[in-house]
């Protein structure tokens, strides 16, 4: 069987249960050796073949994935959760048209390491119950009605991959779209690795401030990195819910 599997965000730890197993059972490994981290690999197997796929063509990674038995374990090594920006689909349409059967197991994806390097959560109530999750075009286009100043319109939570080298224009569309200048935000290197950074400010100054990262970063923006916020009702001791009365 043929697994993608979320590496997780850096830390070894952040890896599945399901995940470490089948990189414990694998005889084949094909990793993004661009953002996994290699020290993963040390739960495969001595005999496993673990194989980069920074030099690949998509035909040569399925090539690859396929040349093993059907019983086999075959682990796609995804860095964070491969639903975003993974690059899986056309993997799985590919191996769909071989009649190859795969499954999918979930990671921790590096916005979710972000918001726990900040101590932040990017739905406080009265602040903002929605996260955008995109990016800005670069080499790879972006559909028109995604653009940055139109999603900047919304003034909730946003988190922007594959897009910190190009934060000075970043933060002047997100500006022309409607975010107040001194809205906060933050830039977060390599969360979750040993070597993380994190840089706070806002639309204004992390430009600036954070000039000297340049990629596997993620920018977040978003009244929720304020802190002191509205309780919420969930807790609330004069709200009642399924599992809980009011008091009185
Ligand atoms: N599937 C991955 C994203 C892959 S796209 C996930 O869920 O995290 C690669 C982009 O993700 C990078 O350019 C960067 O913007 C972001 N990224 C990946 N790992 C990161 C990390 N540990 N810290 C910050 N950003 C990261």
Not at 43 to 69: H, Q
Not at 116 to 143: D, H, M, N, Y
Not at 184 to 200: C, G, L, N, Q, T
Request: charged share 25%; with cysteine.
């Amino acid at each position: 069987m043929i697994y993608f599997v979320g590496a997780g965000s850096g830390d070894v730890e952040l890896i599945t249960v399901k995940g470490k197993r089948l990189l414990e059972e694998a005889s084949l490994v094909v990793y993004v050796g661009s953002l996994v981290n290699p020290a993963l690999l040390e739960y495969c197997r001595p005999d496993c073949e673990k194989v980069d796929s920074a030099r690949l063509t998509l035909e040569e990674i399925i090539a690859l994935l396929c040349a093993r038995r059907e019983d086999e374990t075959v682990v796609r090594l995804h860095t964070g959760d491969p639903s975003l920006y993974g690059a899986i689909a056309e993997q799985m349409r590919l191996l769909d048209e071989r009649g190859r059967a795969y499954q999918i197991v979930p990671g921790v994806s590096s916005m979710s390491a972000a918001a726990a390097a900040l101590k932040a959560e990017f739905t406080p109530p009265g602040v903002s119950q929605s996260v955008i999750i995109s990016r800005r075009a670069g080499r790879t286009a972006v559909p028109e009605k995604e653009s940055i100043p139109s999603l900047a319109s919304h003034g909730a939570s946003m988190v922007l991959f594959l897009s910190a080298g190009m934060l000075k224009d970043l933060c002047r569309e997100l500006i022309e779209g409607g975010y107040p200048p001194d809205t906060p935000a933050a830039v977060v290197y390599k969360a979750s690795w040993p070597d993380e950074e994190i840089v706070r400010g806002s639309l204004c100054d992390i430009s600036e401030k954070a000039q000297h990262i340049t990629k596997t970063a993620l920018v977040l923006v978003g009244d929720f990195l304020k802190g002191g916020v509205e309780r919420s009702r969930l807790y609330d001791p004069g709200f009642s819910h399924g599992y809980r009365e009011a008091e009185k």
